[in-house]
């Protein structure tokens, strides 16, 4: 849970401070050449730690199989606070680069090892599943929070070194935890002590063999749903703050109107202000704590298949509805807000249950591997279709298509519904 709210705390305050560096900087030295700094430059900056934030999801699922998960964890957590201690001194914007490539380096393996060792570890997996979903939710609306609050006073080096030191502390805790990593496998999974050790790949052989494996079961389908699940989230959170404020019409509020002067003394801005669209997109991530335990105390209760079709399904008419309801007034638009972030999250668990339902518990970090490059990696693509589609057409026609992602992947859910027989 500790390591599940670092790793969305940093994810979520890299734009943060993008919007920084877009400020105190002109070019990015490369030394033979110079290269503007704009918003295409710092995209593509940001987006390559972003990208191996995703793709490292298979290499690092590898390595779960074979190291375990709590070494991976807490190789991530140094990883991420080092990250940052090195931001928090980056001279230029190379290193700057350098930085952001550790911490998607080191984030990556964060997902197939977490969810790999509740999936294996954990008795009640949906109640599992759920309180690492709420830690998830409260890094992703409450670490950006504090990162906009801290950069009111302090430099932004400052605030990267600051936020390095809670990774620091949660990797010292869980170096000093002590648990069984397959703990829960003969009860959840049916198996033995002896399957315990069957665990992993060990040559590219047998990566490519146990692959195909996965791929001729139902986890095909799995995975293709989870690319879709990727694709609904980037696509609707990527640019959801400037439509929020496109609805409500709000100009920033100066904080110097809300606050004694005596306290913006050390401000990194002369004006700060507070942008109110970012608090209502904060608020709709974080009612996505609710989604996640909602939806994981169901998965202990209800076919997770089943839950999967009523979710995306619920995502889809929240598509659809968002700009009809939001365009009625300030209180349909945090309400229809509302339930995008509940229904956004309480999919989460559902498909995290499911990946473990249809794979063995030998090749979990692998599954969970394949899951989140579809999730993080496929997905991120859903963030350059809505930019493309904002860019030709309409916010109404992008919400349209995400209506369209969100019901494949129901359509998905319904078909694995359909398959798998119940249980007896």
Excluded at 33 to 40: G, L
Excluded at 101 to 128: D, Q
Aim: glycine share 12%; net charge neutral.
């Amino acid at each position: 849970m500790l390591a599940h709210g670092m790793v969305h705390t940093y994810e979520l305050s890299i734009p943060i401070f993008v919007a920084i560096w877009l400020r105190e900087y002109t070019t990015i030295d490369l030394g033979l050449t110079a290269i503007p700094v704009t918003t295409a430059s710092l995209g593509v900056m940001a987006g390559l730690g972003f990208a191996l934030f995703g793709l490292g999801a298979l290499p690092g699922g590898v390595l779960v199989d074979r190291l375990g998960s709590k070494r991976l964890i807490v190789g991530c957590l140094v990883g991420m606070a080092g990250s940052f201690v090195l931001l928090a001194a980056a001279p230029n914007l190379v290193v700057v680069a350098i930085a952001l490539l550790v911490w998607g380096a080191a984030a990556s393996v964060y997902h197939p090892a977490g969810l790999s060792l509740i999936s294996t570890g954990v008795e009640e997996r949906g109640t599992g599943f759920a309180y690492h979903g709420i830690a998830g939710n409260i890094g992703i609306g409450f670490g950006p929070f504090l990162t906009a609050l801290l950069l009111l006073f302090f430099d932004w080096h400052l605030v990267a070194g600051i936020l390095a030191v809670p990774a620091i502390l949660a990797a010292v805790l869980a170096t000093r935890a002590d648990f069984e990593e397959q703990a829960a496998v003969a009860t959840a999974d049916g198996g033995n002590a002896a399957n315990k050790a069957k665990t992993g790949v060990s040559s590219f052989s047998e990566f490519v063999s146990q692959s195909k494996l996965l791929f001729a079961s139902g986890f095909a389908l799995v995975f293709t749903l989870v690319m879709f699940s990727g694709l609904y989230y980037r696509g609707v959170t990527t640019f959801l703050p400037d439509l929020i404020g496109s609805v409500l019409g709000i100009e920033p509020i100066p904080i110097s109107a809300l606050l004694p002067a005596s306290l913006l003394a050390g401000s990194a801005s002369a004006t700060p202000t507070l942008d109110v669209e970012l608090y209502v997109y904060a608020g709709l991530l974080t009612v996505g704590v609710f989604g996640q335990y909602v939806g994981g105390k169901l998965t202990d209760r209800i076919r997770t298949e089943r839950g999967l079709v009523v979710g995306f399904s619920a995502l889809a008419v929240v598509a659809l509805a968002f700009f009809p309801v939001a365009s009625l007034g300030t209180l349909p638009l945090l309400a229809i807000c509302a339930l995008l972030g509940f229904f956004l999250f309480m999919v989460q668990p559902f498909y995290q249950a499911t990946v473990a339902e249809y794979t063995p518990a030998g090749l979990r970090g692998l599954s969970y591997g394949f899951t989140y490059l579809g999730v993080f990696g496929v997905g991120a693509l859903g963030g350059a279709v809505a930019g493309f589609i904002l860019a030709v057409a309409t916010p109404t026609a992008l919400f349209v298509v995400l209506a369209g992602f969100a019901t494949v992947a129901a359509l998905l859910g319904l078909t694995l519904l359909r398959k798998r027989p119940a249980p007896a």
